[in-house]
């Protein structure tokens, strides 16, 4: 029998937000500035068609080799692990971070063991999230960290990140103080990566930085289409371009592949507007969101493609715009500035229908001229200059909807850096 799931409001957007916030261990240094550096977006362990995880099977006596490209630097670092998907507590034996060689190897010398609450274990409660305890190591913007987590015990279906477009590592046994790649012979091939129970990394010290921009929405946010392992997706392009301009704002992808503003997803996470607090407006020093989000409801009216036999309300132009609003109020409780972001086009996709595109054009309208948002970034001028509602050759990777690396460049460009202002 075909069920539906009501669309969030943004009363029970800020009560789910909540219910999922859970307070740091008691030796998180309060007293630092801290400055968000990476985050990926949590999800629950799904078995998505299209892409392979480890997130369903999980860890035993295994090392998970994780690397991330920080955009904020300075003297000090520390972790945010997150079991926010969790039915049990997570216990992790150890962890450590060094700066990235090649592949899975680590440069020598530059290993730091991490420690919570002043142990190197820890244990994450379900629905909770782990905090590091600082460690020295001295990170430049744009420089490429690498995390190694070690669990001895089963740690059961896995809180993860499914697209990361980087190659995560795996090893059995402990081998989170290995600089050599020697023992990381397993990855998931083909594939586009995952990141498992890591959700962020922040920094401290050095010289003072301006506050975090979050770039939130679905996957072309997220970076389908960019290149593995080259960190092209349309943030990375921002925070280039902000730190060339010498406005080094750090850049923090909180998008999710498949993700919808109004409903929840199997495999494409949580609604947007039940997110958007947690994944957003938590990160610390936050200043700006950039929002990207509503091509999946409008394109995707079921949650078929996850194995669930589930339709979605029927989605209108204005139950989409009734959602921005609720995350405009959301950010500018928090005093946090909000851009819009319009839908880019997706014409020849597998998903174009004419109602679609016509809800589309609705919505962009109203995001260019409602004045609602406190600036805009046309994406959808930016990758069809000319008005035909599909992306050119160059700018897409082969299914008329994801950008290539091209077009999330001129994503990034399409960006007014004097409308980050804090």
């Known amino acids: 029998m075909t069920s539906r799931k009501p669309a969030l409001t943004a009363a029970a957007a800020v009560a789910t937000a909540a219910s999922l916030t859970v307070a740091t261990p008691a030796a998180a240094d309060t007293r630092t500035t801290w400055n968000g550096a990476w985050t990926a977006a949590a999800m629950k362990p799904s078995g998505a068609p299209w892409f392979g995880t480890w997130a369903e099977q999980g860890f035993t006596d295994q090392s998970v080799r994780q690397i991330v490209r920080v955009n904020a630097g300075g003297a000090k670092i520390r972790i945010r692990l997150s079991n926010a998907h969790g039915t049990t507590p997570l216990r992790l034996t150890a962890a450590s971070v060094g700066r990235t060689a090649t592949g899975a190897a680590v440069r020598p010398g530059t290993i730091r063991p991490l420690r919570f609450d002043g142990s190197p274990s820890t244990t994450v409660p379900a629905r909770g999230r782990a905090v590091s305890?600082?460690?020295?190591?001295?990170?430049?913007?744009?420089?490429r960290l690498t995390i190694t987590l070690?669990?001895?015990?089963?740690?059961?279906?896995?809180?993860?990140?499914?697209l990361s477009m980087t190659t995560t590592y795996r090893a059995t046994g402990d081998h989170h103080r290995d600089p050599a790649a020697t023992a990381y012979t397993d990855r998931i091939e083909p594939g586009f990566g995952s990141w498992y129970y890591l959700e962020g990394v922040e920094t401290s010290g050095g010289r003072p930085r301006p506050r975090a921009v979050a770039a939130f929405g679905d996957s072309?946010?997220?970076?389908?289409?960019?290149?593995?392992?080259?960190?092209?997706?349309y943030p990375d392009a921002l925070a280039r371009r902000l730190l060339a301009a010498g406005r080094p704002h750090p850049v923090l992808n909180a998008g999710i592949g498949s993700n919808k503003l109004l409903t929840d997803s199997a495999c494409g996470g949580d609604a947007g507007i039940s997110r958007f607090a947690r994944d957003v407006l938590d990160q610390p020093r936050l200043g700006a969101a950039i929002v990207l989000i509503g091509i999946n409801d409008i394109q995707l009216r079921d949650d078929r493609m996850c194995g669930v036999d589930r339709e979605d309300p029927p989605v209108t132009a204005?139950?989409?715009?009734?959602?921005?609003?609720?995350?405009?109020?959301?950010?500018?409780?928090?005093?946090?500035?909000?851009?819009?972001?319009?839908?880019?086009?997706?014409?020849?996709?597998?998903?174009?229908?004419?109602?679609?595109?016509?809800?589309?054009?609705?919505?962009n309208h109203w995001i260019r001229t409602s004045g609602e948002y406190d600036a805009v970034a046309d994406f959808d001028r930016a990758l069809d200059p000319t008005g035909t509602g599909r992306i050119p050759e160059p700018l897409h990777m082969g299914d008329h909807i994801h950008p290539s690396p091209a077009g999330y460049q001129?994503?990034?460009?399409?960006?007014?850096?004097?409308t980050l202002k804090r």
Do not use: C, K
């Open 410 to 418: 001129a994503m990034a460009d399409a960006i007014t850096l004097p």
């Open 220 to 233: 072309i946010t997220d970076g389908f289409g960019a290149t593995v392992d080259g960190d092209d997706r």
């Open 318 to 363: 204005q139950r989409l715009i009734d959602g921005y609003r609720a995350l405009i109020r959301l950010a500018h409780a928090r005093n946090v500035e909000i851009i819009g972001g319009t839908l880019t086009p997706y014409r020849d996709s597998a998903g174009w229908s004419a109602a679609g595109e016509r809800i589309r054009l609705q919505v």
């Open 150 to 162: 070690y669990f001895r015990g089963a740690t059961g279906p896995a809180t993860y990140h499914q």
């Open 133 to 143: 305890d600082p460690v020295a190591l001295p990170t430049e913007p744009r420089e």
